[in-house]
């Protein structure tokens, strides 16, 4: 059952209201420092992860996890902290979407295609969670316009698990094994867990009612793990992946139908490049364990639109 993530929440909420000073005008003239917008909306995702096993240089393994039409909840806020510095955060839940899985494996080094693979369409998203906190200042602030560097931290955590599904295995010949896993049966669970650290350029221009923006991320996951339960075969394996680049983006379209409220449409995506780490291994009947250096590796990839309202006060 989906569990709302309390701690993401606090920990949100008090980079975003800590900071809070006494009213004042900003330097650059157009902002008022302790003045606070917020906003909160519904959208839609795609995800998907890569889970990667190697032998030296060599794949041996690929499984696929992706969940497309995730249904999004979002909600996040600035403050203006006074001499050209804001303070962003922001929180995304996802849950439900149309989930599949592709376990695939090249066995044999006679031969170039995958050995066996098994299919998953009963695969659930069991959770998402995307949190980012940002503090960024203005190089121009015009009223209109705003250019703006900054950096930041993330945290993004991702589940799945498979059930059922069909196979074909090579046992003595070539894709010799063909049959299905019974229905509802769980078979395997896999989880990232991705910190990001991250630098990033901030433009905003105000058009009348309305007003573009946009944020350029880019940085590196550290700390990045992957956890996959394979249940039928009562093994775990913890991996802990190297240092992963990663870019990201939000592009935000807002029209003011009030003084102190607008209406919000937005895009955002997120991309951590596949990099390669360390595999440990541990049956969890015997607790038998090994450790394979370099022989795991992950990627992950979001694309989510949502839409909303924002508010000032």
């Given amino acids: 059952m989906f569990q709302f993530p309390f701690a993401p929440v606090l920990l949100l909420g008090g980079a975003l209201f800590i900071a809070l000073p006494a009213q004042g005008q900003d330097a650059y003239g157009s902002s008022t420092a302790g003045s606070v917008r917020y906003y909160a909306g519904v959208g839609m995702a795609n995800i998907k992860a890569g889970e990667y096993v190697y032998s030296g240089n060599r794949k041996v393994s690929q499984l696929d996890w992706e969940s497309k039409g995730v249904i999004t909840g979002t909600i996040g806020g600035e403050v203006d902290i006074g001499y050209a510095w804001k303070l962003k955060g922001r929180l995304d839940v996802g849950f439900g979407g149309d989930g599949y899985m592709e376990d695939r494996d090249w066995l044999s080094t006679s031969y170039s295609g995958w050995t066996h693979q098994s299919l998953h369409p009963d695969t659930d998203l069991d959770r998402y969670i995307n949190v980012l906190l940002e503090a960024e200042r203005a190089l121009v602030d015009t009223g209109a316009t705003r250019l703006g560097v900054g950096g930041g931290l993330g945290f993004t955590n991702v589940k799945w698990t498979a059930r059922g599904g069909s196979y074909i295995y090579t046992t003595t010949t070539l894709h010799d ?35 573009l ?46 003084q102190s409220a607008s209406v919000y449409l937005g895009g955002d995506f997120q991309r951590i490049f596949e990099t390669r780490g360390d595999a440990h291994v541990r049956n969890t009947v015997t607790g038998a364990s090994g450790n394979f250096e370099n022989g795991a590796a992950a990627d992950f990839q979001s694309i989510t639109v949502s839409a909303g309202l924002k508010g000032t006060f």
Avoid at 203 to 209: H, P, R, V
């Fill in 213 to 258: 923006s946009g944020v350029l991320r880019g940085g590196a996951a550290i700390g990045y793990k992957g956890l996959d339960d394979h249940w039928l075969r009562n093994l775990r394996f913890t991996d802990e992946m190297d240092l992963a680049p990663m870019v990201g983006a939000t592009v935000t379209a807002d029209y003011q139908i009030l």
């Fill in 177 to 211: 094994t063909v049959g299905n896993f019974t229905d509802g049966v769980r078979g395997i669970t896999y989880e990232q867990r991705i910190p990001t650290l991250f630098l990033t350029a901030n433009a905003e221009q105000k058009l009348g009612a309305f007003t």
